[in-house]
């Protein structure tokens, strides 16, 4: 097949499910850019012409998380097909290939817990744990990327994701903790044009991949959640027209990334984490049903978290729940008690 009908026939998804184990390296050249096909859902496009801006897209770090994988997948074939113009340096990830195989959120162990160097203490157990060596693979494929970029040069990484449940405001995002750097205003206004207007900042270090790359490259990284969690073909495309539509212009590198870009969005909320709820033992359950919607919120008194040891009791009028989740293994995350800032 030459590399006009391998473009025209090409679906990244279908890709991914017929290589889950990996394959070699290739690359081709096209008119405006190089793309080289790392390995399973790792993607580099490298544009022919001068760019100063690398940008990350990653979507399917959990497999369930349909509408992000349709989403980039399209722009990966429009990319292909001369219909998405690359102005930037970009690298395309689908994250957990096999899980998506599976439309489950993890096979083993939840992989968005295993970035910033957390899978190597479960190197020992790779071959139980198959999201090790992914979350190994993409942090390599992300170092690989960023190292080509100078000081100067922008860094982004958007990790689309979709919520479990309905939330109160359909499109929020989880901008990582910065350590000492300042949050940047750009990463607001894009939010923005995405139709995402509410932004929950995060209080601490974490595992998760935005994190990571923020973390270790000072990307300016962000958790997207662009809706709720249905199945391959269920997804109602127009619900994240704005979100594509400016996915697109990222790529097409018409955003400014620079620290000085004026903060232009208007009526986002942002939340602050107040508390993190973590499974402390087997007996930990969250008294939420399982229809409530992220961001909805409690009186005070609430027994929000029952534990014979360490319940959790809402503290004051108007705290919130994001990401509650009964299904998680003694030490990680049941729920964020968050409040509007
Ligand atoms: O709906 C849920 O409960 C989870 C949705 C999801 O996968 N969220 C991410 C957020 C990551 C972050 O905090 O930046 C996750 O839980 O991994
Ligand atoms: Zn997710």
Redo the contacts with the bound molecule.
């Keep these: 097949m030459n590399t006009q009908e391998f473009c025209k026939t090409f679906n990244l998804l279908d890709f991914v499910r017929e290589n889950l184990d990996g394959h070699k390296p290739f690359t081709m050249a096209l008119e405006d850019f190089v793309v080289t096909f790392h390995d399973v859902g790792i993607l580099e496009f490298k544009p022919k012409a001068e760019s100063q801006q690398y940008l990350v897209l990653s979507a399917g770090?959990?497999g369930n998380?349909t509408a992000p994988m349709e989403i980039v997948s399209d722009m990966v074939h429009d990319l292909l097909n001369g219909k998405l113009e690359l102005r930037c340096h970009l690298l395309v990830l689908i994250g957990h290939p096999k899980a998506m195989l599976e439309e489950n959120?993890f096979i083993d162990f939840?992989l968005?817990?295993m970035f910033n160097g957390e899978w190597k203490k479960y190197w020992e157990r790779r071959d139980e744990i198959c999201e090790v060596e992914r979350a190994k693979r993409l942090e390599e494929a992300v170092n690989d990327f960023f190292s080509k970029s100078c000081a100067n040069d922008t860094r982004t990484h958007l990790?689309l994701?979709?919520?479990?449940?309905a939330s109160k405001y359909q499109k929020f995002a989880?901008y990582?903790y910065l350590d000492s750097r300042e949050h940047n205003p750009a990463v607001f206004n894009v939010m923005q044009d995405c139709g995402v207007n509410t932004i929950?900042l995060?209080h601490k270090p974490?595992t998760?991949?935005?994190?990571h790359s923020s973390h270790n490259y000072k990307a300016d990284s962000i958790?997207v959640?662009l809706g709720k969690?249905k199945p391959f073909g269920e997804n109602d495309r127009e619900d994240f027209a704005a979100a594509e539509k400016t996915l697109r212009q990222l790529v097409e590198a018409s955003y400014n990334f620079d620290h000085t870009t004026r903060y232009k969005a208007n009526g986002q909320r942002l939340f602050k984490v107040k508390r993190e709820l973590l499974r402390v033992s087997d007996d930990s359950h969250l008294n939420v049903d399982d229809g409530l919607a992220?961001f909805s919120s409690f009186e005070k008194g609430f027994e929000l978290l029952s534990d014979p040891e360490k319940p959790y009791v809402v503290e004051s009028d108007g705290e919130a729940i994001?990401?509650?989740?009964n299904n998680v293994p003694i030490g990680q995350?049941m729920a964020?008690v968050v409040e509007e800032v």
Excluded: C, G, M
Excluded at 208 to 211: K, Q, T
């Design positions: 770090v959990h998380e959120r939840n968005n817990r990790d994701h979709t919520a479990i449940r989880i990582p929950l995060y974490s998760v991949f935005s994190y958790t959640e969690v992220n994001v990401f509650p989740n995350r964020l």
